[in-house]
């Protein structure tokens, strides 16, 4: 009888899953021919491409237990170099499950993996075997490995349980030669844990982010983080947070310092070295029924790098006075102590201070903006008996409207000043000015167009780090027909610091649609030129790009052609080093699938 009714379950199990079940694929084959002329060589190539893919879904069960998918590959690429040949062909697969979609914990699982060779004069060999250093007389052939493996796990909050997500992602490129081998490794692991309730909740993070290239000795990257945070909520007007955390940025090769936003100072790796970030910050609020708030902050930070480092332990305590809708007042005393050490010498200084400012909020039918100014003056006393002040003040003002609901315009204006007499990255001045319009002519033509200049000094004479930054940019859409579109853009950033200068401007013009019937057309044109004094680089280039498609039921035939003019101008170079590339490609793709 027990024998009988396990037959039974599994006659009914079989027709279950095969009727889940999906298997699709496509076969793709390109013949391409290109013409490079670099100053008075002029070289010709040749290309033939072939791939194919197999891919399976099912479920096991039923879909809301676990589904999956399995997928192979093949690729094989021969080129021709003028005289040269180069071959490369690799087999992958892929797989992904996903486990209890519709229960409370679901997680996923993906993994990929490729193998193959390619001749040492394949074009993409070029960069991943620049840490791969061959002997003479060595195989010319070249191994290539690329694997990929992911998970994610999430458990919804339930009563008893707190929510919990996990993710962990890691990937690997291998090429090697005979006994030599070169790796490149990049993983990232992220876990949450959260409890959340009506008066309490808990969050706790961490993220790990490490990135290490063989293939270039110097570049090794780190970025870790762990924090926690606390919100306590006694009623509607009475809460209290805790935040805090440890931050650490490593990093083998130069980074230039990147402009971040106005008044925001990022965390920058040091050239060579971690820096190492240490916070924690309390803050209680509470909201008086008048229209008055209060808040009291204890926050303390220790950030240290190899040659820089920074502290603070500072108590602040914040009123906010709303007398009518749109005005805001407020006053902020501070109390504590603040540091730094630059190469070596170590400065601490007990500063008091207290700053005010107002707000004023306009919001109408068509016109809405704000103002907002605040000054603030403290005294400060280093560990070595000196006295000094620190002064600062900011202005804040911007403003939008929308006219006849097809122009809508926004601008702003801030600049800030602090002065320290002791503490010399206390002295910082920064200006931004920023503005945007929209029209909307019709529901078929738009324009948008932004403008930024913003400027930034730190530092006392005759050190100061000094950037001047702009940007221009503009777009407009256009669109034909339901099915046609075109667009233009244009723009130009400036960068101006004590690094040297760059300059980038560029223009382009973009369409997409159908020709006639499954005809399809994808074009793109752009000029480009870059200017760094830093580098000592000029370049100045046109690129133009185009797809004709044509889809005739499952087969896709596309014709392609990409055309590059490039000029190179280095401090090197006497004469300016010229490109012209023009290439043209055909391709033939044929999917198939079914199901059962």
Not at 97 to 105: D, E, G, Q, S, V
Not at 455 to 472: C, E, K, N
Request: glycine share 10%.
């Amino acid at each position: 009888m027990l024998y009988a009714v396990l037959v039974a379950a599994v006659l009914l199990f079989i027709p279950a899953v095969l009727a889940a079940q999906t298997i699709d694929g496509a076969a793709d084959w390109g013949w391409g021919r290109s013409m490079y002329r670099t100053g008075d060589e002029q070289t010709t190539n040749g290309s033939f491409t072939q791939g194919y893919t197999l891919g399976y879904r099912s479920a096991f069960w039923d879909p809301r237990f676990i589904t999956y998918t399995g997928e192979l590959t093949f690729n094989k690429n021969a080129l021709t170099f003028g005289q040269q040949d180069s071959l490369s062909q690799q087999t992958g697969f892929k797989f992904s499950t996903n486990l209890f979609a519709t229960r409370p914990f679901h997680g996923s699982i993906h993994a990929s993996r490729g193998f193959g060779a390619e001749s040492a004069n394949y074009p993409q060999s070029v960069t991943e075997r620049s840490g791969l250093t061959l002997p003479p007389g060595s195989a010319p052939e070249l191994r290539v490995g690329r694997s990929e493996f992911g998970i994610n796990w999430q458990m919804a909050a339930v009563k008893s349980l707190p929510r919990i997500e996990l993710s962990y992602q890691d990937g690997s490129t291998t090429v090697g030669a005979g006994s030599l081998e070169a790796i490149q490794n990049q993983s990232s692991m992220q876990a949450l844990v959260a409890r959340e309730g009506p008066h309490l909740s808990h969050t706790l993070r961490y993220q790990r982010d490490a990135f290490d290239n063989a293939f270039s000795q110097a570049l090794r990257q780190r970025y870790g983080e762990l924090s926690y945070e606390f919100v306590a909520k006694a009623n509607d007007r009475t809460f209290g947070t805790v935040r805090a955390g440890r931050r650490t940025t490593f990093s083998l090769f130069d980074v230039p310092p990147q402009f971040t936003d106005i008044g925001v100072d990022g965390i920058h790796p040091p050239a060579s070295g971690e820096v190492d970030l240490v916070y924690g910050l309390a803050t209680l609020t509470h909201q008086a029924p008048a229209g008055v708030s209060a808040d009291v902050t204890v926050g303390y930070n220790q950030e240290q790098s190899a040659s820089v480092g920074t502290n603070a332990l500072l108590g602040t305590a914040t009123t906010r006075y709303q007398p009518i809708t749109g005005i805001t007042f407020h006053a902020t005393g501070t109390y504590g102590e603040r540091g730094q050490d630059v190469a070596g010498t170590r400065l601490l200084v007990l500063t008091r201070g207290v700053a005010t400012g107002a707000e004023y909020m306009l919001t109408r039918r068509l016109l809405r903006g704000g103002i907002a100014c605040e000054v603030g003056r403290g005294w400060n006393t280093s560990d070595r008996g000196i006295d000094g002040q620190s002064r600062l003040w900011n202005v804040r003002a911007d403003a939008g409207t929308d006219l006849l609901r097809f122009v809508q315009l926004s601008a702003g204006y801030d600049q800030g000043r602090s002065f320290d007499d002791l503490l010399p990255l206390g002295n910082q001045w920064q200006e931004r000015t920023h503005a945007s319009v929209r029209t909307l002519f019709s529901s078929r033509v738009a324009v948008d167009a932004t403008h930024e200049i913003a400027s930034i000094d730190r530092g006392t004479a005759p050190l100061v780090f000094r950037t001047r930054y702009t940007q221009t940019m503009i777009t407009t859409a256009i669109q034909l027909t339901r099915d046609r579109r075109v667009s233009f853009a244009a723009g130009r950033f400036r960068n101006r610091s004590f690094t040297g200068d760059d300059d980038n401007e560029y223009i382009g013009v973009a369409f997409d649609g159908s020709l006639i019937g499954l005809l399809r057309l994808s074009l793109t044109a752009r000029r480009e030129h870059t200017l760094s004094s830093a580098a000592r680089l000029d370049q100045d280039g046109y690129y133009t790009s185009g797809a004709l498609t044509y889809r005739l039921r499952l087969f896709t035939f596309s014709l392609e052609e990409r055309y590059t003019d490039l000029a190179l101008s280095t401090g090197r170079q006497l004469e300016p080093l010229t490109f012209t590339g023009n290439q043209i490609l055909f391709r033939i793709g044929r999917k198939f699938g079914f199901a059962r």
